[in-house]
């Protein structure tokens, strides 16, 4: 048996989540973080992000509106046209 294949008995269990960060073998210790203050919420979002939704939905029922009217269009105009062949 080589000496590599001998289990290590003496291994000391090591914390990584030590408060002692220069014991600690992570590779971030927690004095590398710094602590963001919270901030406050901006509120106005909401009001705004709600307009922009709203504009947005009206231009996309607009375009979706014309395309079938447009499509409805071409039809009649089809069907009217070979009424008068008729």
Request: net charge negative; aromatic share 8%; charged share 20%.
């Amino acid at each position: 048996m080589s000496t590599g294949d001998t289990p290590v008995q003496h291994q000391s269990k090591t914390s990584y989540d030590s408060d002692d960060s220069s014991s600690s073998r992570s590779v971030f210790n927690r004095s590398d973080f710094q602590t963001i203050p919270p901030q406050a919420i901006n509120t106005q979002f909401n009001s705004i992000f709600s307009e922009e939704i709203s504009s947005v939905v009206k231009a996309i029922n607009y375009e979706q509106m014309h395309k079938s009217n447009s499509q409805i269009r071409f039809l009649e105009d089809k069907i009217n046209n070979q009424n008068k062949t008729l």
